[in-house]
Nanobody, 117 residues
Framework: QVQLVESGGGLVQPGGSLRLSCVGS????????MKWYRQAPGKEREVVAA????????NYADSVKGRFTISRDNVKYTVYLQMNSLKPEDTGVYFC??????????WGQGTQVTVSS
């Protein structure tokens, strides 16, 4: 059974940092492109960061460039999102996604991030 379990969300003040983790199981993690999405209240889900299966290709949404860092550990079946200099507009539910094509696309349950003073 495929599972993606996110953790690390919470309440943080503007300018603070959080590190999200997503642990996968039930599939060959190293074969999958991994992505972090977020969904703010009343808005569509958007991709925040993506990392290729081997980690050699990384992309970020313009809104988080220079503040967020995605990384992965294929031995631990884990993808991370280090979030620094957080802003109120970073608030939302953050989802982990494993993607190896339309038939092999999996989602975690999400973790809430709230940036507020």
């Amino acid at each position: 059974q495929v599972q993606l379990v996110e953790s690390g969300g919470g309440l943080v003040q503007p300018g603070g940092s959080l590190r999200l983790s997503c642990v996968g199981s039930g599939f060959t993690f190293s074969n999958y492109f991994m992505k972090w999405y977020r969904q703010a209240p009343g808005k569509e889900r958007e991709v925040v960061a993506a990392i290729s299966s081997g980690g050699g290709s990384i992309n970020y949404a313009d809104s988080v460039k220079g503040r967020f860092t995605i990384s992965r550990d294929n031995v631990k079946y884990t993808v991370y999102l280090q979030m620094n200099s957080l802003k109120p507009e970073d608030t939302g539910v953050y989802f982990c996604n494993a993607d190896a094509g339309p038939r092999y696309n999996y989602w975690g349950q999400g973790t809430q991030v709230t940036v507020s003073s």
